[in-house]
């Protein structure tokens, strides 16, 4: 059981928009903890996307981005491309008990 | 810009402890901006965090894993290391390390990962 509670898989068509949701407490993203988000392409490591709720780093094109909002944030990618199936994973850090916190996952499909 | 990279043993024994190490390239392991963590992935699930090192050697750890789980750091080397001892089946995963940007928490590289099986 996950700290950080995502959807265990999400769905679009080429070019369609869809977000990936994350799910938090006051004891992490509540508190004021940053979200980030990471890729992992199938059989790659995971590859920071997000970072900070809604930063880029370089090289990561603009239909990715990131929102906060309470105990939640998102995740949504616009114009999807069959390159973006991946495995998504939100991350935070937990107060209460000190540690690094990850999401359970997402799959995407790219019908 | 960081490089990370695991090397150790593919197949551990049950029982038996496993080691790997992880090199850092393109920077200082010493820098005070950074812990150098661990996180595992067993086959087909999620990332589970295993613990962080600081350059001075403080650590922090999951604390499902604490008490199986040392973490150190050779500053003169560049490369910190994981050592989980009585290992099971349920310890076979892809180990990663990764670097921690102490500003924001957030892991911003991450080594390729090394699979390591558990066998009885």
């Known amino acids: 059981q996950s700290v950080l509670t995502q959807p265990p898989s999400v769905s679009g068509a080429p070019g369609q928009r869809v977000t990936i949701s994350c799910t938090g407490s006051?004891?992490?993203?509540?508190?004021?903890?940053?979200v980030h988000w990471h890729q992992q392409l199938p059989g790659t490591a995971p590859k920071l996307l997000i970072y900070?709720?809604?930063n880029r780093p370089s090289g990561v094109p603009d239909r990715f981005s990131g929102s906060k909002s309470g105990t939640s944030a998102s995740l949504a990618i616009t114009g999807l491309q069959a390159e973006d199936e991946a495995d998504y994973y939100c991350?935070?850090?937990?107060?209460?008990?000190?540690?690094?916190?990850f999401g359970g996952g997402t799959k995407l499909t790219v019908l | 810009q960081l490089q990370l990279q695991e090397s150790g043993p593919g197949l551990v024994k049950a029982s038996e402890t496993l080691s790997l190490s992880c090199a850092v390239s393109g920077g200082s392991i010493s820098t005070g901006n950074y812990y150098w963590g661990w996180i595992r992935q067993p086959p087909g699930e999620g990332l589970e965090w295993i613990g962080n090192i600081y350059y001075s050697g403080i650590t922090y750890y999951n604390p499902s894993l604490e008490s199986r789980v040392t973490i150190s750091i050779d500053t003169s080397k560049n490369q910190f290391s994981l050592k989980l001892s009585s290992v099971t089946a349920a310890d076979t995963a892809v180990y990663y390390c990764?670097?921690?940007?102490?500003?924001?928490?957030?892991?911003?590289?991450w080594g390729q990962g090394t699979l390591v099986t558990v066998s009885s």
């Open positions: 991350q935070s850090y937990d107060s209460m008990s000190g540690h690094v916190v």
């Open positions: 006051s004891s992490n993203i509540g508190t004021g903890y940053d």
């Open positions: 990764a670097s921690f940007l102490r500003s924001g928490s957030k892991f911003d590289y």
């Open positions: 900070g709720n809604n």
